[in-house]
Protein backbone atom coordinates (compact mmCIF):
# COMPACT_ATOMS: atom_id res chain seq x y z
CA UNK A 1 0.00 0.00 0.00
CA UNK A 2 1.01 3.71 -0.75
CA UNK A 3 0.07 6.37 0.67
CA UNK A 4 1.56 10.11 0.27
CA UNK A 5 0.56 12.95 2.57
CA UNK A 6 1.06 15.72 -0.01
CA UNK A 7 -2.24 16.42 -0.55
CA UNK A 8 -2.64 17.11 3.37
CA UNK A 9 0.31 19.13 3.48
CA UNK A 10 -1.02 21.52 0.66
CA UNK A 11 -4.32 21.61 1.91
CA UNK A 12 -5.55 21.71 -2.07
CA UNK A 13 -8.79 22.08 -2.33
CA UNK A 14 -9.74 22.54 1.24
CA UNK A 15 -9.29 19.10 1.91
CA UNK A 16 -7.83 19.42 5.37
CA UNK A 17 -10.91 21.87 6.43
CA UNK A 18 -13.59 19.30 5.51
CA UNK A 19 -11.67 16.62 6.92
CA UNK A 20 -12.08 18.38 10.00
CA UNK A 21 -15.47 19.52 9.81
CA UNK A 22 -16.39 15.87 8.53
CA UNK A 23 -15.32 12.71 9.84
CA UNK A 24 -12.56 14.15 12.13
CA UNK A 25 -14.50 16.66 13.58
CA UNK A 26 -15.54 13.73 16.96
CA UNK A 27 -13.09 12.20 18.56
CA UNK A 28 -12.68 8.71 18.26
CA UNK A 29 -10.67 5.19 19.52
CA UNK A 30 -9.93 2.68 17.42
CA UNK A 31 -11.71 -0.18 18.23
CA UNK A 32 -10.18 -3.16 20.07
CA UNK A 33 -9.41 -6.05 18.47
CA UNK A 34 -11.84 -8.99 18.88
CA UNK A 35 -9.47 -11.75 19.65
CA UNK A 36 -7.75 -10.70 22.25
CA UNK A 37 -9.43 -12.02 24.91
CA UNK A 38 -6.74 -10.01 27.71
CA UNK A 39 -8.51 -8.42 31.06
CA UNK A 40 -10.13 -5.12 30.93
CA UNK A 41 -7.65 -2.53 32.32
CA UNK A 42 -8.36 -1.24 36.26
CA UNK A 43 -11.04 1.05 36.57
CA UNK A 44 -10.29 4.43 37.70
CA UNK A 45 -11.06 5.84 41.04
CA UNK A 46 -12.42 9.42 41.13
CA UNK A 47 -13.09 11.94 42.89
CA UNK A 48 -14.04 15.81 42.37
CA UNK A 49 -12.84 18.62 43.70
CA UNK A 50 -13.07 22.08 43.15
CA UNK A 51 -15.05 21.50 39.80
CA UNK A 52 -12.30 19.29 38.81
CA UNK A 53 -12.49 15.11 38.21
CA UNK A 54 -9.16 13.73 39.56
CA UNK A 55 -8.25 10.18 39.19
CA UNK A 56 -5.42 7.03 40.09
CA UNK A 57 -5.47 4.04 38.65
CA UNK A 58 -3.40 0.79 39.38
CA UNK A 59 -0.80 -0.41 36.40
CA UNK A 60 -0.66 3.02 34.11
CA UNK A 61 1.79 1.46 32.62
CA UNK A 62 -0.49 -0.71 30.60
CA UNK A 63 -2.27 2.52 29.42
CA UNK A 64 -2.50 4.37 26.42
CA UNK A 65 -5.20 6.51 27.10
CA UNK A 66 -7.94 8.31 28.92
CA UNK A 67 -11.30 7.80 27.39
CA UNK A 68 -13.73 10.75 28.80
CA UNK A 69 -17.19 10.59 27.70
CA UNK A 70 -20.15 13.05 28.66
CA UNK A 71 -23.92 11.82 29.05
CA UNK A 72 -26.18 14.82 26.87
CA UNK A 73 -29.59 15.07 26.05
CA UNK A 74 -29.81 11.48 26.40
CA UNK A 75 -26.90 9.49 24.75
CA UNK A 76 -23.22 9.44 25.46
CA UNK A 77 -20.82 10.62 23.35
CA UNK A 78 -17.03 10.32 23.67
CA UNK A 79 -15.97 13.62 24.68
CA UNK A 80 -12.21 13.87 24.82
CA UNK A 81 -9.42 11.54 24.61
CA UNK A 82 -6.61 12.21 27.30
CA UNK A 83 -2.86 11.07 27.80
CA UNK A 84 -2.15 8.66 30.32
CA UNK A 85 -0.03 11.14 31.83
CA UNK A 86 -3.29 12.97 32.81
CA UNK A 87 -4.65 13.01 36.13
CA UNK A 88 -7.42 15.68 35.98
CA UNK A 89 -9.67 17.11 33.97
CA UNK A 90 -11.74 20.39 34.88
CA UNK A 91 -15.20 19.90 34.53
CA UNK A 92 -16.56 23.26 34.92
CA UNK A 93 -16.99 23.79 31.28
CA UNK A 94 -19.58 21.35 31.05
CA UNK A 95 -23.59 21.75 32.07
CA UNK A 96 -24.51 20.73 35.23
CA UNK A 97 -27.27 18.68 33.67
CA UNK A 98 -24.45 16.56 32.15
CA UNK A 99 -23.34 13.12 33.74
CA UNK A 100 -19.22 12.63 32.80
CA UNK A 101 -17.86 8.97 32.57
CA UNK A 102 -14.07 8.17 33.12
CA UNK A 103 -12.34 4.72 31.51
CA UNK A 104 -8.73 3.39 31.34
CA UNK A 105 -8.10 2.31 27.80
CA UNK A 106 -5.05 -0.02 27.41
CA UNK A 107 -2.45 -0.45 25.00
CA UNK A 108 -5.06 -3.46 23.10
CA UNK A 109 -7.56 -0.65 22.76
CA UNK A 110 -9.45 -2.47 25.07
CA UNK A 111 -11.74 0.11 27.70
CA UNK A 112 -12.21 -0.48 31.71
CA UNK A 113 -15.68 -0.33 33.27
CA UNK A 114 -16.41 3.48 33.09
CA UNK A 115 -16.83 5.39 36.61
CA UNK A 116 -19.67 8.17 36.25
CA UNK A 117 -19.80 11.14 37.41
CA UNK A 118 -23.14 13.17 38.42
CA UNK A 119 -22.42 17.09 37.86
CA UNK A 120 -25.56 17.99 39.33
CA UNK A 121 -23.93 16.52 42.74
CA UNK A 122 -21.06 19.11 42.39
CA UNK A 123 -22.94 21.24 45.17
CA UNK A 124 -21.84 18.42 47.78
CA UNK A 125 -18.28 17.99 46.36
CA UNK A 126 -15.56 16.82 48.73
CA UNK A 127 -11.85 17.65 48.79
CA UNK A 128 -10.97 14.24 50.48
CA UNK A 129 -11.90 11.57 48.06
CA UNK A 130 -14.41 9.95 46.26
CA UNK A 131 -17.92 12.08 46.55
CA UNK A 132 -20.99 11.37 46.05
CA UNK A 133 -22.34 11.46 42.56
CA UNK A 134 -19.29 9.28 41.39
CA UNK A 135 -20.64 5.61 40.72
CA UNK A 136 -18.10 2.60 39.43
CA UNK A 137 -21.20 1.65 37.38
CA UNK A 138 -21.21 3.15 34.14
CA UNK A 139 -22.42 3.03 30.37
CA UNK A 140 -20.84 0.38 28.56
Known amino acids: MHFSAVALMKDEKGLDEALLAGP ?21 VLALKGGKMVWVCDRP ?23 TELREYDLRGLSASDQAALAAVDVYGQ ?11 QGSESSSGPVSGVSPAGPK
Not at 63 to 83: C, M, Q, S
Not at 111 to 121: A, G, N
Open 24 to 44: YAEPALVPAPGWLSGRKPPRP
Open 61 to 83: ERLRFWALYVHRRGAWALFRVLP
Open 111 to 121: ESDRVVVDLRQ
